[in-house]
């Protein structure tokens, strides 16, 4: 990491659930929780606890210097709603798998 860059992940302590369009895309009480410098807080969900039969691989891929390259999905409405990386860096190496969503309602109560 840079200097005063940090990326902190644990397991929430509440459960998560993703609504998009007012569908369920996710629900889990084994969220991990992504704090990194500059950026929102992040829920990662397992991808037992998420709808994937609602989701489309896309082509899109991006890279962070601090996580590696990340994957994404669409829904109907709207491409590349949720990423993962599946390789990520060893700092970071908890989130593997989890898949993470942009702007929806995440319910953490």
């Known amino acids: 990491m840079t ?10 302590d509440r459960q998560v659930r993703v609504v998009h369009g007012g569908r369920e895309l996710a629900r889990t009480d084994r969220a991990l929780v992504l704090r990194e410098t500059g950026c929102p807080v992040r829920y990662y969900i397992p991808p037992e606890d998420v709808r994937l039969d609602l989701l489309t691989p896309s082509g899109t891929h991006t890279y962070c210097p601090f996580k590696g390259t990340a994957s994404y999905w669409s829904v109907p409405d709207e491409a590349d ?6 390789d990520p860096k060893p700092g970071v190496a908890r989130i593997k798998d989890h898949l993470c969503f942009y702007e929806v309602d995440v319910d953490r109560g």
């Open 3 to 12: 200097a005063g860059h940090r990326i902190s992940i644990e397991e929430s």
């Open 81 to 86: 709603l949720v990423w993962s990386y599946p």
